[in-house]
């Protein structure tokens, strides 16, 4: 492979290659002997012959007196501290080695760095290779085993077996440098020490960060970054700061919150003020591997966190958590291969985890910190969409900002994925401006929910002048739009979330016969708030087993508290009918369905709609409960005809005669009906090739009288009496 080397480097390495290859001539001069047939024997009894190995070193076979090699021995420990010294003064004076920067960083032992350097040796020269190729008697064995390190290292036995003994104390750091050794090695002496690719390539390509780019285990390294704008967990960040610079004993700090809440960006305001880069670990994809590789990842990224001067970040440990109870042994070992380099580990955590498996998983002597990060109010949301979108084309719309705020319980990093995504989409589309319509989109894109499983979502495609009822009703529901809309201004800004703690959602009781607008208005506040409606009928969620109607509603509500979504019950009055007297288990668990639904709706800050056609039968108890009730009647003339008018798609052709105020006047029909008939029309003409008419608009309506028993006659369709086809 070609190296490219620094600036220094080759000096450096130059000297490193003379210092190996002295300590392999003194171990040869040494430990190898000949045999009378001219064949090398020493201890490990080689057949190679003498010249392979005279043709690379000098007077390799000397024969020298155990104090010769004493004395070369010391005089060659003293070589090399002088040469890690000099390498440290080299980089202290601002001429980057990364290899000799590596061995100080990870704190190795005089030892360590030794089989560091005669590891390194066979990639800076192939030469060495075939060295210790004969040195151990197999030409497969192109790096140093650890028995040939030790040995090269001193020939006193107790020395050896200290040595031996440390390294195997520190196999777990050792492991994070060379290559683990096979599962099942002849001998653990024979453990072949190469360093491991990626410290190889830091090593020779420092400055394109190959470490920085490597992403098969989901690693991402992040140099210090000055975060712009409002954080509004920066309490979090100063008080991390300050136990950092009081003690840097050792802590395990848990951030927890939802994606998005600023776990990351707190760690990152950390280090940026102590001058650090973050390492951020996956540990998601990390439990899905074997758990050898585990280990191996975690290792990666401990170096690769020492390299960079990072903080090291365990992200999503909740993952520790649901892996099976084997695999959470490792999360042990996870962290204390990282203690042994970092006196403080981060962890993030997006779920609240039980307390079973919070014990037994954390090196001793770690104190535990724990921070929650604080969910923006809605003022401070409305602030951060400002803030995100203040570079986007367009007119700055705080009222469209307030709204959003109010309508969507967004984090930071939500709300700034969604103002990216709506300036892509706009600049995707080629309009000069992010409209409202592509922030809503953009909101409703980074809701992730399961409440279809539980609902039918109803597309909300009325608007006000679709809505056709008095003046008192299409109030109210003005009113309710406000009360989501406006909830920021109101509860926080006047000061009323101290008054009111408690049933900050918007309750809607529709009651009217059937067809007269109930689901029409929903689909109205739907498309006005830019919010999704989803429908629930009540009687596919009771349950007659005691206990499975509130799960069923529970999960229910946790869905649409995730997508802010409008939950319409349809058919209402089957729970909410008469409290009836307690006289056995199923009465208590009627009356306990009934509460729980009012108790969830309470604590929903968004809309819910309860619908019934027989008001009468509501309790007054739980009227009581709701903030607006709302009475949808039969269309009186005026507003038949109006809806009558609005019935007719402008696109549809119709004929010129079409006698409204007739339709209007005789004839009491809801709007549904109406609907029905004019869609019935419009069938019957196109079947015939023919514009829609009277006739067939008279054909569909005694169609519709039809389906309730009725047949219309004479007297009720009066001049209109015999337009039928």
């Not at 070369?72 to 003064?89: M, Q």
């Not at 390509?205 to 190959?210: A, G, R, V």
């Not at 990282?338 to 039980?354: D, K, Y």
């Not at 109010?377 to 009222?399: M, V, Y």
């Amino acid at each position: 492979m070609m190296k490219k080397l620094f600036s220094g480097q080759e000096e450096y390495f130059q000297e490193l290659l003379a210092l190996v290859k002295q300590e392999i001539s003194l171990y040869t001069r040494y430990a190898v002997r000949l045999k009378e047939d001219g064949k090398i024997r020493h201890i490990y009894n080689t057949k190679i012959f003498k010249d392979e190995l005279s043709n690379i070193l000098e007077n390799p076979f000397s024969h020298m007196s155990r104090a010769d090699y004493d004395r070369e021995r010391e005089a060659l420990f003293v070589r090399w501290r002088n040469f890690h010294g000099k390498a440290y003064d080299t980089i202290k004076s601002g001429v980057m080695l990364p290899f000799a920067y590596m061995l100080r960083k990870l704190e190795l032992t005089e030892f360590e760095q030794y089989m560091a350097c005669l590891a390194m040796s066979p990639e800076l020269n192939r030469e060495f290779e075939r060295m210790y190729c004969y040195l151990q008697d197999d030409l497969t064995w192109r790096y140093p085993s650890l028995d040939l390190c030790v040995k090269m290292y001193t020939m006193d036995e107790q020395e050896e077996n200290r040595f031996i003994h440390q390294t195997f104390v520190r196999r777990e750091l050792l492991y994070c440098i060379f290559d683990k050794p096979p599962a099942t090695p002849e001998s653990e002496l024979a453990w072949r020490l190469k360093l491991r690719r990626d410290l190889i390539d830091f090593a020779f390509f420092y400055e394109s960060d190959l470490l920085g780019r490597k992403a098969e285990y989901q690693l991402s390294v992040l140099g210090s970054k000055k975060e712009t704008g409002q954080n509004i967990n920066q309490e979090t960040a100063d008080t991390i700061g300050r136990y950092l610079n009081e003690d840097s004993s050792g802590r395990l700090f848990f951030l927890r919150g939802p994606y998005g809440s600023g776990k990351k960006l707190q760690i990152r305001a950390v280090a940026d003020a102590l001058g650090y880069s973050v390492l951020f670990l996956d540990v998601r994809e990390a439990v899905s591997r074997k758990e050898e590789q585990i280990l191996e990842i975690v290792g990666n990224a401990v170096v690769r966190a020492v390299l960079e001067q990072a903080f090291l970040v365990f992200c999503h440990w909740e993952a520790i958590w649901k892996a099976d109870k084997f695999k959470r042994q490792f999360a042990q070992d996870m962290l204390r291969k990282a203690s042994l380099f970092f006196p403080n580990i981060f962890l993030t955590v997006e779920e609240e985890p039980g307390e079973d498996v919070m014990e037994g998983q954390y090196p001793a002597g770690y104190q535990i910190e724990e921070f929650r990060m604080r969910f923006p109010s809605i003022q401070e949301r409305s602030l951060l969409w400002k803030e995100f979108l203040a570079e986007a084309p367009g007119e700055e719309d705080t009222a469209l900002y307030d709204r959003l705020a109010a309508q969507f319980d967004f984090t930071p990093g939500v709300i700034k994925e969604a103002a990216e995504f709506a300036r892509k989409e706009a600049r995707n589309k080629g309009e000069q401006q992010i409209s409202a319509t592509l922030l809503y989109r953009a909101c409703q894109q980074k809701i992730s929910h399961r409440l279809g499983e539980r609902a039918s979502r109803v597309n909300a495609a009325y608007t006000w002048d679709d809505l056709v009822l008095e003046d008192g009703p299409k109030e109210l529901l003005r009113q309710a739009c406000g009360q989501v809309a406006f909830r920021g201004k109101v509860y926080e800004q006047w000061g009323f979330q101290d008054k009111i703690a408690y049933g900050r959602g918007v309750s809607l009781l529709f009651a009217g016969p059937p067809g007269t607008g109930k689901t029409m208005a929903a689909q109205v506040l739907a498309k006005e708030l830019n919010l999704e409606l989803y429908k629930v009928d009540l009687s596919g969620v009771l349950s007659k087993y005691i206990g499975e109607t509130q799960k069923n509603l529970r999960e229910i509500f946790d869905e649409v508290k995730k997508s802010r979504s409008i939950l319409f019950f349809d058919e209402a009055d089957v729970l909410f009918g008469k409290r009836v007297d307690v006289s056995d288990a199923r009465d208590i668990s009627a009356n306990a369905q009934t509460a729980y639904l009012l108790q969830k709706m309470e604590e929903y800050d968004g809309i819910t709609i309860l619908a019934t056609n027989l008001l009468q039968n509501f309790d007054d108890a739980y009227k009581r409960r709701m903030k607006y009730i709302i009475r949808f009647t039969f269309p009186q003339k005026e507003q038949r005809a109006l809806l009558w008018k609005k019935v007719f798609p402008k696109q549809m052709p119709l004929q010129t005669d079409i006698d409204i105020s007739y339709l209007a006047e005789n004839f009491e029909l809801s709007g549904a009906s109406i609907k029905n008939i004019a869609l019935n029309a419009a069938f019957i003409a196109a079947s015939r090739q023919e514009l829609t008419g009277m006739e067939h608009i008279m054909t569909a309506l005694q169609q519709e009288y039809e389906k309730s028993g009725k047949i219309l006659g004479k007297a009720e369709l009066k001049e209109y009496y015999g337009y039928k086809i």
